[in-house]
């Protein structure tokens, strides 16, 4: 059966890869152009195997081969066929072989946009790239092998969760995998380095776009998450500190310093070292992150397959894996560029180091609070939980600070600068700024002082983004400018329509007969009617709902389904524009019926403007790399 | 500090990371059913299920032995399974039953089809008697001492090894 | 007349911003409550009968003119600290709040060794 095809073709990656390495171990001496063809050819074919074995997969779900364990429990006939393929990926063991073709396929990436960088760099790269892809390859096939087979076959499968069926939740996996899986590849282009004594700013230029790329592939990641979220789940919210959607952040956070850092790198030949344990760290947070959530120990709305025996598999990958860079970094890395790390104080790329510092400590604290949990059970027997209060607590008043330092750092020159047209353009654009805060305070009616202090750092932000963008009309084109400009001008934004969203967003609960109307804060929900609809798996009871506020008016529906296999009961929301917010709205189906029916009603004030500034935070990161620059040939 | 001492020192944080983090696979990261143990049980009266006029105040006052408390519903698969366990227990101690959000006739046809070891059978109707208790998932049995202390309490239907514990509890 | 219209004022609309914000603060509590059947929810957000039968216990105490606090102890008596989302500030929390200020602490003494080392130049 194919099946038995994809188990094979998975043994002979794992065989191919071997060889790859074996071959390069073996003639490492020797410089023949014609060794490094065989050596990328061999890896070439291993990750054809990935792949085949991948689509191999697929096909087994479309066609809901039961005799195979993980089609058996996490499919069944009546999905439709395009969830039917995004549960290959949507189980553990069909995930790590994703993880696995996206770690081989970043190495092909890196092949085929490689050819003006020298052979022994690339194969040192490939090589590194090559272990990597052997160890979770082993672990993928002596532990969690997607081929498993079961007997006797079963006539049926188990699979067919609702939840699950969500076109953004089953293309959710991808993008994060493209994401943090990705920075493998500028983890090995380190190794290798070091090793090659190529470590300089020649390989910063390099590098650059192999963090870029999975770092846009990241931003659009946890975006198209937290819209999943939002649309799905039925809670008004978007982001909840969850541990599971920290561990996809912590990388996030990490390679954002990276990319600042390797600018700086390749800039001013400094910040060498800052670099290279950048690059660890994320890659290093990417497989914490993957053990965190596979392994069991987090409790969260993100359940996945929680197995603490392959969680031990993954924290000894952990292990070895950091102790190993580590270790070449501690041996390899060349002393003589710590010489050149002086800053004058007034200068972009001392604001560069002050805003990694900056970061390290975002990063700290979700760490903490995304581990603490699981320490304190380990130490003491005891638990708690870390909710969003600790993270907005600390977090907001560095966020504030952080937004000035994104708006002054560019305008500063590169090693110094003249400090006196800077202090102008500071001052001016905090005139501007509290201009636009007062008049947004006075339309909004909202006189917070941490409202006021958010609104304030963010538009303080977008107003010296704009200005940058008006003076410079010419030169806004090149890509470094047109990257660098719309991501900071997204990430002013977020954090604008956050501050709005949070002050601003109303919240409404209440039970409703039929014909019952409710008037709170400025908003009326009337119940209109219901109606109720069969389909193939489920039946559906919508709620008719009109809402006015502000003489406007919408009508929204939305509904309780009642699947039969497995009995699960879904609640739908319904959502409508208003200007920049959503009008939102969700019915509780536990409770007393005759009570009336449970709504939730949110007007979440702003809400697509963050997720304009997601987007625009992921086209910055997308223009970085997609014209070719002037990268030099080393 | 130099490159050796450097190495020795990641190794020995990476291993101690990696220990760490290999008994947090181990401990319970769940809740801790052990918060009450020790502590006194929360007072409640329960109405019994056959005859609304007949009530039990518990923690009892003035007894020199054990009892078990077992909340249960006929609605609850695994309280079929652990009810044979519950017969066997029905010897050895009291048991003060709680019936957890059931209608009366399931109750007594439950009690009637699979036998009934409770001493005393309770009516929480609307769970709040439960949460009293520190309840939260049924089927869930508590064995109390003398003192009115909780001395240990099970999640989950009862199987071979939690009987042989209570067996040796209650010696 | 004055007086009849501030009896007006008093009667209707007071209560009205009390029961907002009483309603408003109920809302606050069960966010705060891991829902326990749950994977990751509160209170707030989950239907399950857990949810419900505890929310039923929770309304009874405030409407009882029980205190934030005063439910918080009752519910953690019960179901141990993880129960709320906030973590409280207690010996065991201690360093969950601390290390931060650490990483603070120790990031600005880096940052302001090197800064002195800058300017002595």
């Known amino acids: 059966m194919i099946s038995n095809l994809g188990a094979v073709l998975l043994i002979v990656s794992f065989l191919t890869t071997c060889s790859t390495l074996f071959l390069y171990i073996k003639n490492n001496i020797i410089q023949k152009s014609s060794i490094y063809l065989q050596f990328f050819l061999f890896y070439k074919v291993s990750f054809y195997l990935i792949l085949f074995s991948f689509f191999v997969l697929i096909a087994c779900f479309a066609i809901s081969d039961f005799s195979i364990i993980s089609v058996y429990e996490n499919s069944h006939t009546d999905k439709p066929l395009f969830y039917k393929i995004s549960a290959a990926w949507g189980n553990h063991e069909g995930s790590m072989l994703l993880f696995i073709l996206v770690i081989s396929l970043y190495g092909i990436l890196f092949l085929l946009n490689s050819k003006n960088i020298n052979d022994s760099l690339r194969a040192c790269t490939i090589f590194f790239q090559s272990i990597i892809q052997l160890i979770f390859l082993s672990f993928l096939i002596f532990t969690s092998n997607p081929f498993s087979k079961i007997f006797p076959v079963p006539v049926q499968g188990l699979g067919l969760n609702p939840i699950l069926q969500d076109p953004l939740l089953a293309i959710h996996p991808p993008f994060l995998y493209l994401g943090y899986v990705g920075f493998s590849l500028v983890f090995s282009l380190l190794l290798a380095a070091l090793i090659l004594k190529q470590y300089n700013s020649r390989w910063a230029s390099i590098a650059k776009k192999w963090i870029m790329l999975p770092w846009s592939f990241l931003s659009f990641g946890i975006g198209l998450g937290s819209f999943w979220a939002y649309y799905e789940l039925g809670w008004g919210g978007y982001w909840f500190w969850d541990p599971v959607e920290n561990a996809s952040l912590m990388p996030w956070i990490a390679s954002t310093a990276l990319i600042h850092s390797i600018v700086v790198m390749e800039k001013l030949k400094k910040l060498f070292a800052w670099t290279a344990i950048l690059t660890i760290l994320t890659f290093i947070l990417s497989l914490f992150g993957t053990f965190l959530v596979r392994s069991g120990v987090l409790n969260s709305v993100h359940a996945f397959a929680n197995d603490p025996e392959r969680g031990v598999y993954i924290l000894f990958i952990i292990t070895i894996i950091t102790l190993g860079s580590l270790i070449i970094y501690i041996l390899k890395f060349p002393k003589e560029s710590v010489n050149n790390n002086r800053f004058a104080l007034f200068s972009r790329d001392f604001s560069i180091l002050l805003n990694n510092y900056f970061l390290i400590f975002i990063l700290t604290v979700v760490i903490v609070g995304t581990t603490y949990p699981i320490l304190l059970s380990v130490f003491t027997g005891e638990t708690i939980s870390v909710g969003p209060q600790y993270y907005n607590t600390i977090l907001a008043p560095f966020i504030f600070i952080f937004l000035i330092l994104m708006a002054i750092g560019p305008l500063m020159k590169w090693n110094g600068n003249s400090p006196i047209l800077m202090k102008q353009k500071i001052f001016s654009f905090f005139i501007v700024s509290v201009f636009l805060t007062i008049l947004i305070s006075l339309y909004l009616s909202g006189y917070n002082f941490i409202f006021l202090l958010g609104v304030l750092c963010s538009v303080y932000l977008i107003v010296s983004v704009f200005h940058e963008i008006v003076m410079n009309k010419k030169i806004f084109f090149t890509k470094h400018n047109f990257s660098r400009l719309f991501s900071h001008l997204g990430f002013g934004l977020l954090i604008l329509a956050i501050t709005l969203n949070h002050f601003f967003s109303k919240e409404i609960n209440a039970k409703l007969h039929l014909g019952e109307s409710f008037f709170k804060q400025g908003i009326k929900i009337n119940f209109l009617k219901s109606e109720s609809s069969k389909e193939k798996n489920f039946e559906e009871l919508f709620g008719i709902y009109k809402i006015t506020k502000d003489n406007k008016t919408f009508i929204l529906k939305p509904s309780v389904r009642k699947y039969k296999q497995p009995q699960q009961f879904t609640s739908e929301t319904s959502i409508q524009r208003d200007g920049l917010s959503d009008v939102y709205i969700a019915m509780d189906y536990a409770g007393d019926p005759s009570m009336g029916m449970g709504v939730r009603f949110y007007y979440n004030y702003f809400i697509r403007l963050i997720w304009i500034s997601f987007a625009l935070i992921t086209i910055g990161g997308i223009a970085s790399f997609v014209r070719r620059g002037n990268e030099k040939t080393i | 500090m130099k490159k050796p001492s450097k190495i020795s020192l990641l190794v020995s944080v990476t291993v101690i990371f990696f220990v760490i983090f290999y008994y947090s696979l181990k401990a319970n990261n769940k809740n801790n059913p052990n918060i009450m143990l020790n502590k006194p049980l929360p007072a409640i009266e329960l109405t019994s299920l056959v005859n609304t006029n007949l009530k039990q105040e518990l923690p009892l006052i003035n007894r020199d032995k054990y009892y078990l408390i077992n909340i249960w519903s006929s609605w609850c698969v695994p309280c079929r399974e652990e009810h044979s366990i519950l017969m066997k227990l029905k010897d050895k101690i009291k048991i003060y039953g709680i019936n957890y959000k059931d209608k009366k006739t399931n109750a007594t046809a439950f009690l009637n089809k699979l036998g009934n070891p409770f001493y005393f059978t309770g009516s929480d109707k609307d769970g709040s008697i439960s949460i009293e208790i520190g309840a939260y998932g049924i089927p869930e049995t508590y064995v109390v001492n003398s003192q009115g202390l909780i001395i240990f309490k099970h999640v989950g239907p009862l199987n071979k090894k939690i009987y042989l514990r209570i067996s040796e509890i209650i010696k | ?121």
């Open chain 3, 1 to 121: 007349m004055r007086n009849i219209f501030l009896i007006i004022l008093f009667v209707f609309f007071i209560p009205a911003q009390l029961a907002m914000a009483s309603a408003e603060r109920e809302i606050n509590i069960y966010k705060n409550i891991r829902c326990l059947v749950c994977q990751g929810q509160s209170l707030n957000d989950s239907n399950s009968d857990f949810a419900v039968d505890l929310k039923k216990v929770i309304k009874k105490k405030i409407i009882n003119k029980e205190t934030d606090k005063e439910i918080y102890k009752y519910l953690t008596e019960r179901y141990g600290d993880w129960i709320l989302f906030d973590p409280p500030l207690k010996k065991k929390t201690l360093l969950l709040w601390a290390l931060p200020l650490i990483t603070l602490i120790g990031g600005l003494f880096i940052l302001g060794k090197r800064l002195v080392f800058h300017l002595k130049q």
